[in-house]
Structure formats: C-alpha cells, structure tokens
C-alpha cells in the first residue's frame, strides 16, 4: 500500500514535477544573482535618511526607493517626464546600472508558477507541491523500511542500477524537497481560500499634516532613526503638495513621515501573520536567504533524475507482476465492462458488476471507455456503464470513444447492454448514454435490453436492472452497490434579500453562515465553536437536501468561502420543491447542503477581458466573480430581468464595483419595461465593442436558462464571423464557458 500511494502519484506527476523542480531551480539563482550584483553596507553603516539624501542628489525626480530583500537598492524617478528605474550604490547614491526585471526569468516564473495556464496552471502548480509533500513523506518511510530503521536511515546501502541512484539522491534530497513542497502548498492554499489569508492593510492616512516648507530629506529625524537593513520601501511625497507625506515601510511596519517636520506620524507594526507569510516565502524563493536558495536549488536538480528512476522501476516490476489481478486478460475475457465517468463515481458500479459476474463464472474485462481496441477476440457481452458530462457531451473517461467506435470490428454476435447515469433535473438527461446505445447499434451489435437510465445514483435501480440483466444472461447478478450520501454541513440563513414578486418571478438572494452547535447539546463550561464553511469558490455549486429525503437540487454559488457567507441567488419555480423550501427559509432558519466543486466555470485572470453574460438568478455567480476581482481587471457585465423596478438583483452591489472599478462596464436589459429589450439585443447593441475584446483575447462566461444561452450563443456566433472564427472555437480555447440549467 505505501509502495502504491509512493508510486502512483510520482508516475502521474512525473512531467509536473520536473517542470517545477527544473523552473525552480533555475529561480533558485536569482537572490545568489541579486546579492553579488548589490552593495551591502554594514548594519548601523547607513541610515534611510543618508541614502535618500544621496540619491535625490543624482535623481532630483525620486519617486520611490526600494530595498530588496537580497540587499539591491533600487530608485524609481522621473526625468524629463519619463520614468525610470536604477540600481544604485547605497554609499554613494551613484546609480550603477539600469533596473529591468529580465524577461527570460519573468518567463521561467510564470512557466514554475502556473505552467503558463494562469489560474488554472496555479491550481495544478499547487496540487503538484501538495503531491510532491506526499511523495517525500512516504519516501522517507520506504527509505526508513529499506534500510531496517530510522537509525539505519543514513547508513550505505545496498544494491546497484537505477534503485540505488533512486534511493542515494532521495536521501540527499528529501529535506530540500519537503520544504519547498510544504511551503509551496501553503501558499497556494492560501491563495485558493483553502487557509486564512494574511493581508496587510497598513496605516490609514494621517487626519493632519503640518504643511510646512518642506525640510532636506536627509535631515528627517524619522528617517534617520530607520538603518538601511530594515528598509523595504520608501514612497515620497507628490511634489509641491506640502500636505502629502512619505510613505515608510520596513522590516518591522510601516507609517508616514511628515515632509517638513520629519515626525513619524502613523505607524502601523507588522502583524504576526505577515511576518508568518514572509518567512514562508523567504523559506520557499530564498529571497533574503541566498544560500538556501541555492540549497533549494541542488535539491531541485535530483527531480529529473528521481522521476526518470521512479519510473523505469515502476515498469520493471509492472513487466514481471503482469495484469492486474482481477481484471481478466483482454484477449481471454468474454465479458467486457466499458465504463464513461467524470467524477469516479461510475466505477463504483462498474466494479460492482465486475464482481458479481466474476463470481457467476464469467472471464471479466473492465477499462474506461476510451480504451475501445480494434476489436475483442473472445467476448460475447458489452456492458456499458457511463455518466453523461454537461449539456448531454461524453465524461473524461469516454471522451475518445464515438472516435474509436469508428474502427471497432465486433462481431455482429456481440451483444451490448448501456445502462445510463445522471440526474433528471438537467433537460439532456443521460443523453450520452443514449447516443452510445444508438451508436453501438448502428454497428451492428445486438442489444442485450433497452438502455436503462438511473436517477441520482439509484441504488435500488441499479439493483433492479442487475436481476433483469441477470435472468437474460442465465445467471443471477446481485448488485448491492449504495454509493456513500454526500457529507453535509448545517447553514443558518442570516440575511436575505428578496426581489420581482411584481412581475411574477420571485427571486431572492440568501446568505447563510456555517451553523453554531444547538444549546441543548452543548455543555455550557464549555466556549461554544461554530463550524467553519466549506471551501468554495464562486461559481462553484451547493446542492441543497430538500426535506422529506429528496435528492438535493444545485444552485450555483455567489460567494467565495473567504468572504465568510455562502450566498446563492435562487428564483422561486412553479411548483418547484426545492425552490419554495428555500424562499420559505426565515432568518435563523437552518438548512443542510454540500459543495460540489466546478472548477470549469472561471473567469481567467489577467489583463485581457472578460464578458459576463446572465439573465434572471444567473447574475449570482457573475456578481461573486466581480466581487472577487481586485485586482482590478476589465470585466463587463450584460444582464437581462423583467423590470429595473422590480428585480434588478444586485443594483447596490454593481454600482458600488462601477465605482471601484472592480466593474468595467454593465449593461442591462429589462423584458418588461418601455424598451423590452433582452440580452442579446445588448450584445447585438455593442457587437463592434465584444467583436474587438474577443479579438484581444476576451473570454466570455454564460449563466442563466438553457433557452436564454441558446440565444446568447446565435449572436455570439454572427459577432464572430468578421473573425472567421466561432463559438465551438472559443469553447476549445477555454474561452466560453457555460452554466446553463
């Protein structure tokens, strides 16, 4: 088992991880470059002070000053109203040479960061660290029961070839790589909301100033106090504006200095956490801590060499243990089991099967889908069993299939059973599974019984379809498989905001927090600790457990759990079950619910635009994407309601990010008022404007009914022709991204 849980994740992560280490490696130069290249003078040498007054000397146009942590000073000026930006000596003031961040290593940065996949590669940059933390802790522990004990660890060992060089550079190696990956994953944990964040908000503004004539910078006793050692940043004030200030930060906080009279007005320490942060950072880049970095740096190297080892052994002992045990050869087997799956949750009753018909006597054969060979020498019978992904496309595990069917010889005796999965909410229900059974009949195959579509993971279906299956195949097949129920936590609605009664499409806007322990159960010596919130992002979904048992619906998430609620926009449905449980939720009330992941509806990050595309509750998982955008990138926002009176969601919030620019720009459409307009006559309104942002690169994201995206989609396509490109285009690029219902 340890063998296993070692050696899968390194084979799956083998290319990763020697991108990583490689990147890694070469950064790990950087601070060793950046030390040699700065003078360092010695603590106490040099005050803030003295350096600020030798560099305005040769820069009269410094705007800033900054230190870094490998010890560089760096002067950012203007002259002659073009910036620019200097290393300088911190003795002399004397400028050294041109700053310019070199282009080669910002792109080694981003290929070690994000595999040049923006957030989507820092996902995997940070799934990477986290197996890389596993990869060494179970190392240790084969290198531990190789060498007969952890006080054996670092005696010779034994053997030759590529286990000995495996083992040797692993135990050189292993606490380099364990402290890059530990502090890799805990910054990438921050960052995805998966632990605190620790950001520093600073100083407010000083109330008052003096406003005097402004004094010398190097004689401003505040200044003067700060040794160069602890400098990280100094900001000066606009000139001519006696009522600004300069902007101090160091090793240890950061405040304001009146420019005439040189007092320190505010100052603001560093809080714990940030120090925490910075020391992880340092830990990780060995920035301020050259000669770890190059440390960190040699480690990095044995990745390559590792991998390349780990995997020749692992096809070495594949080669002479053979097949998997349970799974019959696939030239001897006279059952197959294909299976189609997104989430795993269809092997379960893939493997379910598998077992029953093994026991009836039957030489079993079971891979994915995408597996299809040419033809089977010996079966007799197909079973498939697959999911249906999205709006009616094939899962993961099956998206090669239809492809592969083409060149599939079966014998016109083979028989085939499809048994469909997936939930009835959705309008293309199980259509996968169905465009299979046509397919594989259109080959000629026989058709054991009709395809079958099972419901939410039904086990009592499932079971039933087995005793039909079984009686035609003269052998009883008891499925017992009951996938595990979701884990669920407690929600306490805390606030709501309730919209569009007047036209007739109830809509609100709720806002839950992680449920407290009820009193009656809670002892009262002791403090009483709320549960904390699921980590979830915006757009990802909550699947809601109606009452009276019924399978839970999914409504797409308008917060991220950083922001410490979970919020959800949901329009109240005729008759709708669930719908009306949750607009009938007062204050206090609680609900249970789960969080399913969606990581396929987000917005990219970076400079180029995003176009946001709603109608009715759609805008809830758009409005969390702008809330969440501070770094201040261009997103629009098209949004179609019925009245602006009545159920224009959100109407507070849109302006206020219209002020802060976390909103470019927003344009809505309303059914029901004079102009009845709609979405797309929006789009249609401004395509020379969405025709130029998808031409720079835009990616637009849909939310909203089936029918609203269908139309969407028509006038995306017309936009698009002067472009000679399309939607499905686009779509292949990540750049239109639907979550329709």
């Not at 792109?107 to 890389?132: E, Q, Y």
């Not at 996968?432 to 009709?450: I, M, T, W």
Request: aromatic share 8%; net charge neutral; glycine share 10%.
């Amino acid at each position: 088992m340890l063998r296993k849980l070692h050696g899968l994740p390194g084979l799956l992560a083998a290319l990763f991880m020697m991108t990583l280490a490689v990147t890694g490696a070469v950064l790990a130069l950087v601070p060793a470059m950046d030390r040699a290249a700065a003078v360092i003078p010695a603590a106490g040498e040099v005050s803030v002070a003295e350096l600020a007054g030798r560099v305005v000397e040769h820069y009269p146009g410094t705007e800033q000053i900054v230190r870094g942590l490998s010890g560089e000073v760096i002067v950012y000026y203007s002259r002659d109203g073009q910036p620019g930006a200097d290393l300088v000596n911190p003795l002399t003031g004397e400028g050294v040479a041109p700053y310019e961040p070199s282009a080669f290593f910002i792109w080694i940065k981003d290929l070690h960061r994000s595999f040049l996949l923006d957030n989507t590669g820092r996902a995997l940059a940070g799934v990477m660290a986290a197996v890389m933390v596993l990869l060494c802790i179970s190392g240790i522990l084969l290198l531990v029961r190789r060498t007969g004990g952890w006080k054996a660890l670092f005696r010779p060992l034994v053997g030759s070839g590529g286990k000995r060089i495996h083992a040797e550079l692993a135990r050189f190696a292993v606490l380099g790589l364990l402290l890059s990956a530990l502090t890799g994953s805990y910054m990438s944990a921050q960052r995805f909301g998966l632990l605190p964040g620790t950001s520093e908000i600073g100083p407010t503004f000083p109330a008052e100033v003096s406003g005097g004539q402004p004094a010398s910078v190097d004689t401003l006793s505040a200044l003067s106090q700060v040794d160069l050692t602890a400098l990280r940043e100094l900001v000066f004030p606009y000139p001519d504006d006696p009522q600004d200030v300069y902007s101090l930060t160091t090793s240890g906080g950061s405040g304001f200095v009146d420019q005439a009279t040189g007092e320190l007005l505010k100052y603001q320490p560093r809080s714990e956490g940030s120090v925490f942060q910075q020391w992880i950072v340092s830990l990780h880049t060995g920035e301020g801590l050259w000669w770890l970095g190059l440390i960190l740096g040699v480690a990095s190297l044995t990745v390559p060499v590792l991998s390349v080892t780990g995997i020749t052994i692992w096809w070495q002992r594949r080669r002479a243990s053979g097949q998997v045990a349970d799974n019959a050869d696939i030239s001897q087997a006279d059952t197959i089991i294909l299976v189609g799956s997104e989430g795993n949750s269809t092997w379960g009753f893939a493997q379910a099967l598998h077992v029953s018909l093994t026991k009836a006597g039957f030489r079993v054969h079971c891979s994915e889908m995408n597996a299809l060979p040419d033809q089977y020498p010996q079966a007799s019978m197909v079973f498939v069993l697959t999911s249906t992904y999205g709006d009616g496309d094939a899962p993961a595990s099956a998206n090669r299939f239809m492809a592969k069917l083409r060149d599939f010889r079966g014998d016109k005796r083979l028989k085939f059973v499809v048994l469909g999965f997936g939930d009835r909410q959705f309008p293309n229900f199980c259509q996968f599974a169905l465009d299979v059974d046509a397919a594989l009949a259109s080959k000629g195959l026989s058709r054991l019984q009709p395809t079958e579509l099972v419901d939410r993971c039904s086990a009592s279906h499932f079971r039933e379809w087995g005793g039909k299956v079984g009686k035609l195949i003269g052998a009883p097949l008891e499925l017992t498989y009951d996938p595990l129920p979701p884990s669920t936590v407690e929600l306490e609605l805390i606030e709501r905001a309730d919209y569009g009664v007047a036209v007739q499409a109830p809509t609100s806007i709720l806002r839950f927090k992680a449920a407290e322990p009820e009193r009656r159960c809670w002892p009262k010596f002791l403090p009483r600790l709320g549960k904390s919130l699921p980590p979830f992002e915006a757009g990802d979904l909550l699947g809601v457990m109606p009452p009276d048992g019924q399978a839970p619906r999914f409504y797409s998430l308008a917060s991220s759990a950083t922001e410490g609620v979970l919020e959800i926009c949901v329009r109240k449905q005729p008759n709708g079950l669930c719908s009306g449980y949750l607009h009938d939720l007062r204050s206090g009330d609680r609900i249970d619910g789960f969080i399913r992941h969606n990581p396929g509806f987000r917005p990219a990050t970076g400079n180029t635009p995003v176009i946001l595309i709603g109608a009715g509750a759609g805008i809830g998982p758009l409005t969390g994407f702008i809330r969440k955008n501070t770094e201040l990138n261009p997103m629009y926002l098209y949004w179609g309601g019925r009245s602006s009176q009545s159920d224009f969601l959100y109407q507070p919030e849109l302006g206020r990010y219209l002020e802060d620019q976390r909103l470019t720009g927003l344009n809505t459409a309303f059914s029901r008022s004079d102009e009845r307009a709609y979405v797309q006559d929006k789009l249609r309104q401004d395509e020379t404007a969405v025709r130029q942002m998808v031409k720079a690169g835009a990616q637009i994201l849909v939310c909203g009914g089936r029918d609203m995206a269908a139309g969407v989609t028509q006038v995306i396509e017309e936009i698009l022709k002067p472009l000679a490109i399309d939607v499905q285009t686009l779509r292949d690029e990540g750049r239109y991204l639907e979550d329709v219902y």
